[in-house]
């Protein structure tokens, strides 16, 4: 079982900004594109979502939370856009990272594809991260963005221990609409070294059964993904926000495991931020 303190581990690392909420396993925070936001913010933040229990599985996992959160936006030391961490670089078209971000997980007892198998834990992101700007900076009221992270992925309820390596390159983009409305969509890729990969599809041989063979998994593409997050400022301290994922494993490196079992899924989640307190300082960028 996972305790409290590692649950509050991971999501504060993924769940550091009100408006994101994208990979409950992680992933496309909207972008930023609004003038004059104050350098930190901090709240309380609540989330309902389900999600497949691992990509390519044929069941879902839901998840409910109510967190604090907190967001700064230093020059250097950065607490926004699901990750946290320092940022290295900052030039108008270029941005480098070193951060983290966060995943929740899932008990195999409750997934018959795994059942008797090692549950799946929360998973912490470390790494690099380079952001290209496409946009030409003319306007504020929408941006475009690639981003290619690389990250050592670790298991926060297994003793912190090492998971592998994911790379998800993506193309995340911004706008602005009228009557407090934000819209941000995201297309990418999830690729896992060996060890990753063996993380959601492995089969050791002590874990197999008359149904589910022994399986070694393989490096190489998990899923392509698309994100759209709607949000909505209801009053200037609080907002909603929708969330959708779709992503199609046709392509998967590991479609041979006896735990791959689908080759779509989707994910939908509903949240609400509430702002307690923000600097009248505002951020430098």
């Known amino acids: 079982m996972t305790s409290p303190a590692l649950i509050m581990i991971a999501a504060i690392c993924f769940l550091i900004t009100p408006a994101l909420a994208q990979d409950v396993p992680a992933q496309a925070a909207p972008i930023s594109i609004a003038p004059r936001l104050p350098l930190w913010e901090a709240g309380l933040f609540g989330i309902g979502a389900t999600q497949p229990a691992y990509p390519g599985s044929d069941e879902h996992a839901s998840q409910a939370l109510g967190l604090p959160y907190l967001i700064y936006r230093g020059n250097f030391l950065r607490a926004e856009r699901g990750n946290v961490g320092l940022r290295a670089l900052k030039t108008p078209r270029v941005e480098v990272d070193v951060g983290f971000a966060a995943a929740l997980g899932s008990h195999s007892s409750g997934i018959a594809a795994r059942r008797g198998m090692a549950d799946l834990g929360y998973m912490i992101e470390f790494g690099p991260r380079l952001k290209v700007n496409l946009g030409d900076g003319s306007t504020d009221r929408s941006d475009s963005r ?126 609400l931020a509430w702002a307690l307190a923000r600097s009248e300082r505002s951020a430098s960028d």
Do not use: C
């Open 146 to 271: 690639l981003q290619f992270p690389l990250r050592e992925v670790i298991d926060a309820s297994h003793g912190f221990r090492a998971r592998g390596v994911a790379f998800e390159p993506e193309w995340v983009t911004g706008t602005r609409l009228p009557n407090r409305w934000f819209i941000s969509t995201s297309l990418g890729a999830l690729f896992g070294d060996k060890k990753l990969a063996g993380t959601f599809y492995g089969v050791a041989p002590g874990e197999a059964t008359p149904t589910r063979p022994a399986y070694t998994a393989r490096s190489g593409l998990i899923a392509l993904r698309a994100g759209l997050l709607a949000s909505h400022s209801l009053t200037p301290d609080m907002r909603v926000f929708y969330i959708m994922r779709l992503e199609s494993l046709a392509g998967a490196a590991n479609r041979d495991s006896p735990l791959f079992r689908r080759d779509t899924g989707w994910s939908a989640g509903i949240g």
